[in-house]
């Protein structure tokens, strides 16, 4: 499947959830597990998509929960339908088709909840994130190594890599309530709630498997930064650090 069969994969979930937005999704908050390390928590979405909103919403309620690494990535490929995301970027696009062969997907589609590169599903459900991200850590059997991040530097510890290695990438991503009044294409006339947006993805280097102590530069400018070291290809999140 190609990028641009993305957009109509979902089609029908559109009118679906049209009407729906962030002052929608309200309720009692069930007690995620705080326990199991950093869980990365990625949705790709855009704001050319009807069928977004709510994943964006349970989005920014997972990022006010400890433990969890909530980040956002605007993908490109809805572009061509009228409306150009204003944080959308070929690289975020990139990440998401990464994922799609690992997860046993056909291809990339909005929205799309990754959990710690393990899970995959729409993210328009609070109840099913949840239980993917139980499953999540439940399946990860792996020693994962120490991660810390300090003024401008991080420190990863040793363990195993995998065959392939593993990247480690740098995240600088805003914190803030973010509203974008959308002009045209399928949410024209609405105004979008975003939260966590991803505004740099940078690839620092590999993990072998030994420690080390790479250069990683504050984020600056309001923003939050982040490093995941990644199983090669899109795979497994093998540890993740934030400020």
Not at 5 to 30: D, H, K, N, Q, Y
Request: proline share 7%.
């Amino acid at each position: 499947m190609t990028i641009f069969a993305a957009p109509r994969r979902f089609t029908f979930i559109s009118a679906l959830f049209a009407a729906v937005g962030l002052s929608a999704i309200v309720g009692a908050e069930p007690a995620l597990a705080a326990d199991a390390g950093l869980t990365v928590v990625e949705l790709f979405t855009s704001q050319g998509c009807s069928s977004c909103p709510p994943a964006n919403a349970n989005l920014a309620r997972l990022s006010e929960r400890p433990g969890i690494l909530a980040l956002s990535f605007s993908v490109t490929y809805w572009d061509r339908l009228g409306w150009k995301d204003t944080f959308g970027r070929p690289d975020y696009t990139a990440r998401q088709e990464a994922y799609e062969a690992p997860l046993g997907e056909q291809g990339p589609f909005t929205p799309q909840m990754v959990i710690d590169g393990r899970k995959s599903l729409i993210g328009n459900e609070f109840g099913e994130i949840e239980r993917l991200i139980a499953a999540a850590r439940r399946d990860d059997g792996t020693a994962r190594p120490s991660l810390t991040l300090k003024g401008g530097v991080a420190q990863i510890g040793a363990g195993a890599a995998p065959r392939s290695g593993a990247d480690i990438w740098l995240v600088r991503y805003d914190p803030r309530r973010v509203e974008v009044p959308v002009l045209r294409g399928e949410n024209a006339g609405r105004t979008l709630a975003h939260k966590n947006v991803v505004r740099d993805l940078s690839l620092l280097g590999r993990w072998s498997g030994e420690a080390e102590t790479i250069d990683a530069p504050p984020a600056g400018d309001g923003l939050r930064r982040a490093l995941i070291v990644q199983a090669h290809g899109g795979g497994p999140i093998l540890a993740a650090a934030a400020d």
